[in-house]
């Protein structure tokens, strides 16, 4: 691409598509031999080059026959590599299954973007199975976190190839998992918006799973409007229903358990800076303990987390076989636990989220919102943890400690840039609100993402 076009967000774009001022052709180009010449190859993991063009070529036509699709037609999106592609394996970050029978069809959400008009370029990396935090893979490289200064630095997972993208200005936008925190996680690193939709909100149809009881979607991208345009489309809706809301009446909830220890110093310098400014806005700050954080991790300690067990009996017969020998055998370790965790067990995990659920919706007021670091520390450097099992595992935990609170208690939620931590990384807000508040999330967080970016 271009430095006209390198990292411009989906709004800049789309004005130059409208008008007429850049050709849908001439962008997706760009974007190939952008790809194709960066200096980072572990980012896609397929480009759809031939797709990608005759997309271009079919929106152009249409943008130049006055039949626009809409504020997207045109508009590049990468895909993290778990979405079904026609025609192609899905092969979810893991070579065991290169070989794997071709999608006969696209995703839903992937024909649902492509009805409005976006253009598929290519797949993305991630972890394997998409089952770790920290975005690494030893099969298809690990992409490198490009606002990093210093050392190579993660970028986050599990959709780490959806972050890299766009922070290094390759797509305005991948379409990511979230499972414990694989949306938000690798945007708060990477500097971007990261939106982690209500589970159920879109299809999961030709999505490879993890846990189907915690498994969303969501975009990665450079607005908070972006995120609503796209989340409009990805349910097949023309135009968004969201309402940008006024950051007087808004009320934010900060927790004093929990998500806040152990955080960097200067993670919590730039959320705190952050929230005084929302304060400053009109907007209502309370702190309040949430026992169910705490409650969340005893059961998980007690009877194994609900993702793992999930994960288990989604890879048990692959585990058993010749193709564990393959896979990342961090995976394999992490998954494996999941053996562990009795029938009896998984019930009462069940038993108790719904309880969580219900006791933390009636902590919330009707116009209240929770606030808190989306991760704890910035992206840590990528060696130490490449060369140090128990390391990696420390860290994973570490980093989606405060996201997956959000997956376990069926909130939706939105990671907002909020300034740089050590090594200038960047720090992302986690605001969130319970499932199916989709709309009056969206709306809040296009009135604060201005304010909290400052």
Same mark, same amino acid.
């Given at each position: 691409?271009?430095?006209?076009?390198?990292?411009?967000?989906?709004?800049?774009?789309?004005?130059?598509?409208?008008?007429?001022?850049?050709?849908?052709?001439?962008?997706?180009?760009?974007?190939?031999?952008?790809?194709?010449?960066?200096?980072?190859?572990?980012?896609?993991?397929?480009?759809?080059?031939?797709?990608?063009?005759?997309?271009? &070529? @079919?929106?152009?036509?249409?943008?130049?026959? #006055?039949?626009?699709? +809409?504020?997207?037609?045109? /508009? %590049?999106? =990468?895909?993290?590599?778990?979405?079904?592609?026609?025609?192609?394996?899905?092969?979810?970050?893991?070579?065991?299954?290169?070989?794997?029978?071709?999608?006969?069809?696209?995703?839903?959400?992937?024909?649902?973007?492509?009805?409005?008009?976006?253009?598929?370029?290519?797949?993305?990396?991630?972890?394997?199975?998409?089952?770790?935090?920290?975005?690494?893979?030893?099969?298809?490289?690990?992409?490198?976190?490009?606002?990093?200064?210093?050392?190579?630095?993660?970028?986050?997972?599990?959709?780490?190839?959806?972050?890299?993208?766009? &922070? @290094?200005?390759?797509?305005?936008?991948?379409? #990511?998992?979230?499972? +414990?925190?694989?949306?938000? /996680? %690798?945007? =708060?690193?990477?500097?971007?918006?990261?939106?982690?939709?209500?589970?159920?909100?879109?299809?999961?149809?030709?999505?490879?799973?993890?846990?189907?009881?915690?498994?969303?979607?969501?975009?990665?991208?450079?607005?908070?409007?972006?995120?609503?345009?796209?989340?409009?489309?990805?349910?097949?809706?023309?135009?968004?229903?969201?309402?940008?809301?006024?950051?007087?009446?808004?009320?934010?909830?900060?927790?004093?358990?929990?998500?806040?220890?152990?955080?960097?110093?200067?993670?919590?310098?730039?959320?705190?800076?952050?929230?005084?400014?929302?304060?400053?806005?009109?907007?209502?700050?309370?702190?309040?303990?949430?026992?169910?954080?705490?409650?969340?991790?005893?059961?998980?300690?007690?009877?194994?987390?609900?993702?793992?067990?999930?994960?288990?009996?989604?890879?048990?017969?692959?585990?058993?076989?010749?193709?564990?020998?393959?896979?990342?055998?961090?995976?394999?370790?992490?998954?494996?636990?999941?053996?562990?965790?009795?029938?009896?067990?998984?019930?009462?995990?069940?038993?108790?989220?719904?309880?969580?659920?219900?006791?933390?919706?009636?902590?919330?007021?009707?116009?209240?919102?929770?606030?808190?670091?989306?991760?704890?520390?910035?992206?840590?450097?990528?060696?130490?943890?490449?060369?140090?099992?128990?390391?990696?595992?420390?860290?994973?935990?570490?980093?989606?400690?405060?996201?997956?609170?959000?997956?376990?208690?069926?909130?939706?939620?939105?990671?907002?840039?909020?300034?740089?931590?050590?090594?200038?990384?960047?720090?992302?807000?986690?605001?969130?609100?319970?499932?199916?508040?989709?709309?009056?999330?969206?709306?809040?967080?296009?009135?604060?993402?201005?304010?909290?970016?400052?």
């Amino acid at each position: 691409m271009t430095q006209t076009h390198l990292g411009r967000s989906i709004a800049q774009l789309s004005v130059l598509i409208q008008s007429g001022s850049l050709d849908p052709v001439t962008l997706i180009e760009e974007t190939l031999d952008a790809i194709r010449a960066h200096e980072d190859q572990a980012i896609f993991t397929r480009l759809l080059e031939e797709r990608a063009k005759e997309e271009a &070529a @079919a929106s152009s036509k249409r943008l130049r026959e #006055g039949r626009s699709r +809409g504020l997207l037609d045109g /508009i %590049p999106v =990468a895909w993290k590599d778990l979405f079904a592609i026609a025609g192609l394996p899905t092969t979810a970050g893991s070579i065991v299954l290169a070989d794997a029978v071709p999608a006969q069809e696209d995703a839903d959400v992937v024909k649902a973007l492509h009805a409005a008009g976006m253009i598929a370029v290519g797949r993305v990396n991630m972890s394997e199975f998409a089952f770790s935090g920290l975005g690494l893979n030893p099969h298809y490289g690990t992409p490198l976190n490009p606002r990093a200064s210093d050392v190579a630095r993660i970028p986050g997972g599990s959709s780490s190839g959806s972050a890299v993208a766009v &922070a @290094a200005g390759l797509v305005p936008v991948s379409i #990511g998992t979230d499972t +414990g925190g694989s949306v938000r /996680i %690798p945007s =708060a690193f990477n500097g971007l918006v990261g939106y982690k939709a209500s589970r159920g909100r879109y299809s999961m149809g030709g999505v490879f799973p993890l846990a189907t009881s915690l498994d969303s979607l969501g975009p990665l991208c450079r607005s908070v409007q972006d995120a609503v345009w796209v989340d409009a489309a990805m349910r097949g809706h023309l135009v968004p229903e969201v309402i940008r809301a006024s950051p007087v009446g808004l009320s934010v909830v900060v927790p004093t358990n929990l998500v806040m220890d152990d955080v960097e110093d200067g993670v919590v310098q730039a959320f705190e800076a952050a929230i005084a400014r929302l304060s400053a806005a009109g907007v209502t700050v309370r702190r309040a303990a949430f026992p169910a954080f705490d409650a969340l991790f005893q059961v998980m300690a007690e009877h194994g987390p609900l993702v793992t067990a999930e994960a288990f009996a989604l890879h048990h017969r692959r585990l058993a076989g010749p193709e564990a020998e393959r896979m990342d055998q961090r995976v394999v370790a992490r998954t494996r636990l999941g053996e562990k965790i009795t029938l009896v067990g998984y019930l009462e995990i069940l038993k108790v989220r719904e309880q969580l659920i219900r006791d933390v919706a009636g902590m919330l007021g009707p116009n209240e919102f929770v606030a808190y670091p989306s991760v704890a520390h910035v992206a840590p450097a990528l060696a130490p943890l490449e060369a140090d099992d128990e390391l990696f595992v420390k860290v994973n935990f570490k980093t989606l400690r405060n996201t997956l609170i959000g997956n376990f208690l069926d909130w939706c939620g939105v990671s907002l840039p909020c300034g740089t931590g050590d090594a200038g990384m960047p720090v992302g807000l986690l605001l969130s609100a319970p499932k199916n508040q989709d709309e009056r999330l969206l709306a809040a967080a296009l009135a604060l993402e201005g304010i909290v970016a400052e």
